[in-house]
């Protein structure tokens, strides 16, 4: 299970509702949003290991702190409202700015809206999806190695990229993003029902 620390950074959490995120309690911490709680299920899930918050950035578009850190993944991962779009309609904004920015030198992936929303009403047809931004890519889907059960965040949801070469024998491909457990992460998260 994924163990909770405080920030790094010394910017202040969100005390109060702000008009378009609901701060949310979940497993000890408090979230900025239901959104990045929702995630924060779906990665339990799947027994992802995830640090909220876990360290703040000085870039020269503003400070920044990523949603969440992903050790065994090496990546971090931030999630913005379903339409969230940072190479069309919010290019120009503070936080498409930023995640840019951060993206130059850091793996971070961009989540548009809950788990449930990323499977294009459960066709899993993702080419009609956004689904999670690589720096200017898209089509960035949850996964998993089809020969350790691995799961991480891959082009195209192609499982067989999730471990390095080395440590699991198998095609670049091997799509699993409609893995049954990823399916079942993606209900539980959007079920939970928080304090």
């Not at 949310?24 to 979230?31: D, G, P, S, V």
């Not at 929702?38 to 339990?44: E, G, L, S, T």
């Not at 409202?81 to 030198?105: H, I, M, N, V, Y």
């Not at 891959?154 to 399916?183: A, L, M, N, W």
Request: glycine share 8%; with cysteine; proline share 6%.
């Amino acid at each position: 299970m994924s163990r909770i620390i405080q920030p790094k950074s010394d910017i202040p959490q969100v005390g109060k509702y702000n008009g378009f995120s609901i701060p949310t309690f979940y497993r000890a911490q408090t979230f900025r949003s239901r959104l990045e709680a929702r995630w924060a299920v779906f990665m339990d899930v799947l027994d992802v290991r995830w640090y909220y918050e876990y360290e703040g950035f000085e870039l020269e578009s503003g400070r920044y702190v990523p949603d969440f850190w992903l050790p065994d993944l090496n990546r971090w991962l931030e999630i913005k409202p379903l339409g969230f779009d940072p190479w069309g309609k919010d290019a120009g904004s503070r936080d498409a700015k930023r995640c840019s920015e951060f993206q130059e030198t850091h793996r971070l992936v961009i989540f548009a809206g809950s788990p449930d929303e990323q499977d294009s009403g459960h066709d899993w047809n993702w080419y009609e999806n956004p689904s999670g931004y690589v720096a200017g890519d898209h089509h960035y889907l949850w996964c998993k190695c089809p020969m350790c059960g691995r799961f991480g965040i891959e082009f195209d949801g192609r499982g067989g990229r999730v471990c390095p070469q080395e440590r699991c024998e198998t095609d670049d491909k091997s799509y699993s993003f409609d893995d049954p457990i990823i399916k079942e992460a993606t209900g539980h998260s959007v079920t939970w029902r928080f304090q």
